[in-house]
């Protein structure tokens, strides 16, 4: 059993903690932390044997705020072991910033991730991001170094109930220079709208430009958009959400890369399945047009309520089959 595993499966007899009400808790603290430790174990077999890997991380993340101080800290330590590879191991900083102003003006100097575009699996208009994992975009990421303002104004009449322009500037140094490889300097801005029920980003940045669309048609019902032209090449995608009442989530997407590679995504996700708290069950199909490359994940997740949360899934590949095992502790 992998080390993280090892140390963390012991606390699973923790009980659950005593419920106990402090109104100082809910008063803003100068200083805030948080985190979680995430052991990813996959065992999968294909007519070329078996492989096992797992990919472990230790995430921290804190921010201080005490004016003229607002800096926000956000750091992971991976440990990775591939039976077909070798081990190895990393520590990135993901974010580091300080933020000047308040909601209405900002402004943040320093690391940053930022996450632009409406698609859930994959987006267009990620100019100034790393590429995101199609089956878990919601994992940390490690951004850049930037300055980054943000003004924000809601106009008390007319079809737009709230505008906000995003201004940034990414310096060649440190991690840019690798992702930027053809300059010393990016620029970028984004002006969103928020228009009755449609959200509509328009997006301008060195050598690229973009639009994204979200709309809400009632029901449940949720379509959007992403458009991106890149050094000539375009990139659309097309989706849409759906909740239930009954708190089933259906997400449907389409998109083209800008290699000009074609996918299909689609995940459908129920909450509470027969009245089991605390529980959901998932399945996620991802695959490739034109190319017999899929991908299939059908499974399970628990919330044991006391930081701990468990998610076990049946994996189906064009070329293995397999199991996953993946522990959550936050803290």
């Known amino acids: 059993m992998r080390p993280l595993l090892c140390l963390l499966l012991p606390l699973l007899i923790w009980g659950e903690e005593e419920f106990s009400f402090d109104a100082g808790t809910f008063e803003k603290k100068r200083f805030e932390h948080h985190g979680y430790l995430r052991s990813d174990n996959t065992l999968q077999w294909s007519d070329n044997g078996r492989f096992a890997r797992s990919a472990n991380e230790l995430n921290l993340q804190g921010t201080w705020d005490e004016s003229p101080i607002n800096l926000h800290a956000d750091l992971s330590a991976f440990y990775r072991d591939d039976s077909r590879t070798t081990r190895d191991e990393e520590v990135l900083l993901n974010e580091l910033r300080q933020r000047f102003g308040d909601e209405r003006e900002s402004l943040d100097l320093g690391k940053k991730v930022l ?44 079809i737009v109930s709230a505008a906000t322009l995003d201004l940034l500037w990414l310096p060649g140094i440190g991690e840019n220079r690798d992702h930027f490889a053809s300059t010393d300097s990016r620029g970028g801005a984004k002006l969103y709208l928020l228009a009755g029920q449609s959200d509509i980003d328009l997006i301008l940045a060195e050598n690229a430009f973009g639009a994204d669309l979200s709309t809400d048609v009632g029901n449940g019902l949720e379509l959007h958009a992403d458009f991106g032209v890149k050094g000539g090449d375009k990139s659309t995608l097309l989706g849409l959400r759906y909740q239930s009442p009954t708190d089933l989530t259906l997400i449907a997407e389409w998109f083209r890369t800008y290699e000009d590679s074609r996918y299909r995504y689609l995940k459908a996700t129920q909450k509470e399945p027969f009245g089991w708290v605390y529980s959901s069950l998932y399945a996620l199909w991802l695959d490739q047009e034109d190319s017999p490359a899929y991908r299939l994940l059908a499974g399970g997740t628990y919330d044991f309520k006391n930081g701990f949360a468990l998610d076990l899934a049946y994996v189906r590949t064009d070329l293995s089959d397999g199991g996953k095992m993946i522990l959550y502790y936050y803290f």
């Open 115 to 158: 996450r632009w575009g409406k698609g859930y699996a994959y987006s267009p208009l990620a100019f100034f991001e790393r590429p995101k994992d199609p089956i878990y975009p919601d994992l940390s990421r490690e951004g850049f170094w930037m300055a980054h303002a943000q003004m924000t104004r809601t106009p008390e009449e007319g």
